[in-house]
């Protein structure tokens, strides 16, 4: 019985196709598809990309798709590397973990909102409290230290409280 790498090969060979036409067809790089037509399945990263591309290429050689699904399988079983599926979780979660799945939960639309409506409310409100300082400041247009007596006096004397005699 062929290996599924020498029915691929042995199909295209005899359609008279060459991996470059393959490749052009299938949208499979090059060296996927003569580590598939070589049985080097070590080349990819996981058993799905190995799965999806000889269906995709048995598909264009129009072979019989369920019966070399079914000896790929029994091949990739047989190898070490893809014989039990991957790990999904590999290194424990961390608390930047949890900030980034709480934050890709999140609406973005209705949080960029909110940001505004809040950035908007805080420059209004010290817009409000620098204009409204400036107008109750009675000594804002004095400098520092400055002193000015009323017209009718010289400024040598301190003034006296008014005498009623109530004292």
Not at 7 to 13: G, I, P, S, V
Not at 24 to 38: G, N, P, Q, Y
Not at 106 to 113: D, K, P, S, T, Y
Not at 139 to 163: D, F, V
Request: charged content about 25%; glycine content about 6%; proline content about 8%.
């Amino acid at each position: 019985m062929p290996t599924v790498a020498e029915q691929l090969r042995q199909a295209r060979e005899a359609q008279k196709l060459d991996i470059y036409h393959v490749a052009e067809v299938t949208k499979i790089k090059t060296d996927h598809v003569r580590a598939l037509e070589s049985g080097h399945y070590d080349v990819f990263t996981a058993p799905v990309y190995v799965r999806g591309f000889v269906r995709t290429y048995a598909s264009m050689l129009k072979l019989d798709v369920p019966r070399v699904m079914a000896d790929l399988a029994g091949e990739l079983n047989q190898t070490e590397r893809f014989s039990e599926p991957p790990a999904l979780t590999q290194r424990t979660k961390s608390p930047l973990d949890f900030v980034m799945l709480q934050l890709s939960k999140l609406n973005w639309r209705i949080a960029v909102g909110l940001l505004a409506v809040l950035l908007a409310l805080y420059f209004g409100v010290a817009w409000i409290r620098t204009n409204n300082s400036k107008k109750t400041d009675p000594h804002r247009n004095l400098g520092p230290g400055l002193y000015q007596p009323p017209a009718n006096r010289s400024g040598e004397t301190l003034p006296l409280p008014p005498t009623d005699g109530k004292r």
